[in-house]
T-cell receptor, first 112, second 115 residues
Framework: SQQGEEDPQALSIQEGENATMNCSYK?????LQWYRQNSGRGLVHLIL?????REKHSGRLRVTLDTSKKSSSLLITASRAADTASYFC????????????FGQGTTLQVKP | DGGITQSPKYLFRKEGQNVTLSCEQN?????MYWYRQDPGQGLRLIYY???????QKGDIAEGYSVSREKKESFPLTVTSAQKNPTAFYLC??????????????FGEGSRLTVL
């Protein structure tokens, strides 16, 4: 079952602009993670935010989590052409065995 | 270098044949996972294993089988019972529920095409 729903499904911006992707989920979670996938490749972990955290930064990435609304957002600032990829949120469900449930992803295109 | 190795990268199968996808990790991780990804879709969990000699079904286990005889290895067999096996298969590992944060490390994937 898909836990997360991401919005928008696709996003196209110019280099230097900021990109914001949103993720909503349905059940209680331990943590929420964001991953990146280049076309035809495996996923790479970007950042993890725990259920008791509200905001987290890593380089040009900023993640927020609102557990009352069951939603998260990923902001990529000053985007680069190399940021072109698909981005997925994944939730670690409370009381579960450690498995993650992934959303359907946002495809980001950054035009040079 | 530590990581996860999936093989083969590309695989073609005739209908009615079983195929086995290999996944090996040298990260000393306890947990391993198999996901399926269809075009433009997210990942769906097929099977996962938290410890050697134990594994659990995920959301779409029908038509698949796994084994976990060694900590480093978690092969996935796509059987002839899987009605629509053409997909991109991703293997992942993590430190495990009791030890780690849940961050997954992924292999580069295996693309299976049924002819």
């Amino acid at each position: 079952s898909q836990q997360g729903e991401e919005d928008p499904q696709a996003l196209s911006i110019q280099e230097g602009e900021n990109a914001t992707m949103n993720c909503s989920y349905k059940t209680s979670i331990n943590n929420l993670q964001w991953y990146r996938q280049n076309s035809g490749r495996g996923l790479v972990h970007l950042i993890l935010i725990r259920s008791n955290e509200r905001e987290k930064h890593s380089g040009r990435l900023r993640v927020t989590l609102d557990t009352s609304k069951k939603s998260s957002s990923l902001l990529i600032t000053a985007s680069r052409a190399a940021d072109t990829a698909s981005y997925f949120c994944a939730t670690g469900v409370s009381g579960n065995t450690g498995k993650l449930i992934f959303g359907q992803g946002t495809t980001l295109q950054v035009k040079p | 270098d530590g990581g996860i190795t999936q093989s083969p990268k590309y695989l073609f199968r005739k209908e009615g044949q079983n195929v086995t996808l290999s996944c090996e990790q040298n990260l000393n991780h306890d947990a391993m996972y198999w996901y399926r990804q269809d075009p433009g879709q997210g990942l769906r969990l097929i099977y996962y294993s938290q410890i050697v000699n134990d594994f659990q079904k995920g959301d779409i286990a029908e038509g698949y089988s796994v084994s976990r005889e060694k900590k480093e290895s978690f092969p996935l067999t796509v059987t002839s019972a899987q009605k629509n096996p053409t997909a991109f298969y991703l293997c992942a590992s993590s430190e495990g529920r009791l030890r780690g944060t849940g961050e997954l490390f992924f292999g580069e994937g295996s693309r299976l095409t049924v002819l």
